[in-house]
Each structure stands twice: as structure tokens, then as C-alpha cells.
């Protein structure tokens, strides 16, 4: 059996937060197993990873290394986290996903789309 994965995207104080949290009591009250995540984060690599990309840098942080530390943290929780929990027929709720790699690197950080499809092939 295989599970459901939800991701919840937005801006910073979008209501995600508050979304995955109506989620998750959603499934709680009928007994369905699920994994709450987010993202930058979700395993002790990926936290490590988002005090990094969140801590205010007297160093700029170049386009592409944030991109590159955005999915190493992802790459840990998918392979980690994510997909066990999925084939272990649970569902995963997730703030944030890949989406926001496409707004934030991609768009605001003019990486581009096709950057990101190449690294999402690769990595995911």
C-alpha cells in the first residue's frame, strides 16, 4: 500500500503553517497515520542545513549554493523521511516542497526553470 503526500505552499506567513495544522488534525480524528514535515528540514541533516540557509550571512550566499543546500536538506528528507513513511502507506503533509525552490531559486534568484528541472532529474 502506498500513501498520499500533500504539500502546502506560500509566502511567509501565508497560513501554511495553519493549513498543515488543519490537515493533520483532519487525519488524526479518523485514525489515519501520517507524517508531518517541512522543508528546509526534517531530519537532523536538514536542520542543520536550515540554520545555515536561514542564518544572516556576513558572506553573500552565491544563487546557486543556496539552491544546492535547499536540496541537499530535500534529498535527505525524501529519501530519509518522505518516502518511507509513503510506502509504509502513511500520509506525509508537508510545508513546502519543491515548488518553493521554483519561486524563491528559480524566479527570484533568476536561476531559471530548467536549473531546477536538471537538479530535481538528478537528485530526485
Known amino acids: 500500500m502506498s500513501g498520499n503526500f500533500i504539500v ?7 497560513g501554511k503553517s495553519t493549513a498543515v495544522a488543519t490537515i493533520t488534525n483532519w487525519l488524526k480524528g479518523r485514525g489515519i497515520s501520517y507524517r508531518e514535515t517541512r522543508e528546509p528540514g526534517g531530519t537532523p541533516l536538514a536542520e542543520a542545513i536550515r540554520e545555515v540557509v536561514k542564518n544572516d ?6 544563487p ?11 534529498v535527505q528528507l525524501v529519501h530519509n523521511v518522505i518516502q518511507p513513511a509513503l ?3 502513511m500520509w506525509v503533509v508537508g510545508d513546502r516542497h519543491d515548488l518553493s525552490s521554483r519561486a524563491y531559486q528559480g524566479g527570484g534568484r533568476e536561476l531559471g526553470d530548467s536549473t531546477l528541472q536538471q537538479l530535481k532529474k538528478l537528485t530526485l
Not at 502546502?8 to 501565508?14: D, F, Q
Not at 546557486?64 to 530535500?74: G, H, Q, S
Request: charge should be negative.
Open 8 to 14: 502546502i505552499e506560500g509566502l511567509e506567513g501565508a
Open 57 to 62: 550571512w556576513q558572506e553573500q550566499v552565491t
Open 64 to 74: 546557486i549554493a543556496e539552491l544546492l543546500m535547499m536540496y541537499a536538506a530535500r
Open 87 to 89: 510506502a509504509a502507506g
